[in-house]
Each structure stands twice: as C-alpha cells, then as structure tokens.
C-alpha cells in the first residue's frame, strides 16, 4: 500500500499545494480556541484538532491539508519546542522543491 506524500513547505508554497495534504514547520505565534497563527517564512492560519497541544513561540510541525483560503486544517501537529534553527529549516523546504526528484515520486 504506498502512502501519501507530504511535502515540507512554507508559507510562500501554499498557493501551490491547495487542497492537498503537507507538512510544515513553523514557530506559534498566538493561540485562539481552535485556531493558531504560525510564522513559517509567513503567517499561516491554522485550524487544531482536539489532539493538539501547542505553546506559544514554540516550535511545532503540522501535517494537514491547505485550504481554499490558503489556512491548514491540521491532521497532526507535534511540538518540537524552542531549539529551532529555522532558517535551516527553509533551506531543507527549498531543497525540497529544487531537486524535488530526490525527495518525492513522480506522478509523471
């Protein structure tokens, strides 16, 4: 059974993966209700589940899928706490999608 990618992305990506399932890692910036905003080279809107358990200025992956209006409905979220080097972080997402023939199957 082969499973679904999820490619790692950042906020300047979301147009380009709407309605499809992705991974991004991004530092919480606000928390409200059922909902946080996360810095992820940008502002992203995303929607928690009840299983999410996140802290502000915290490190945190989400695995969800984009929305219409470019917010995530998130499937999973992990907290990778403070120790964060996120400008390694975008250079892995634009590794990703530079030499994505190394990272992910062709749908070709």
């Known amino acids: 059974m082969a499973t679904e990618a999820t490619p790692r992305i950042n906020a300047q990506y979301l147009e380009r ?11 919480v910036v ?4 059922e909902t946080a905003l996360i810095d992820a080279n940008g502002s992203i809107n ?4 009840r299983d999410c358990h996140l802290a502000p200025n915290n490190a945190v992956e989400v695995v969800g899928k984009v929305q219409q209006d470019l917010s995530i409905r998130v499937f999973q979220a992990t907290d990778f706490g403070t120790g964060i080097d996120f400008k390694a ?3 892995v ?7 994505k023939e190394i990272f992910y199957e062709s749908n070709e």
């Open 93 to 99: 997402v634009d590794a990703t999608h530079r030499y």
């Open 30 to 33: 606000s928390l409200r209700g």
């Open 46 to 49: 995303v929607h928690l589940n």
């Open 17 to 27: 993966f709407m309605n499809q399932t992705v991974r991004i890692l991004g530092k």
């Open 89 to 91: 972080v975008d250079a």
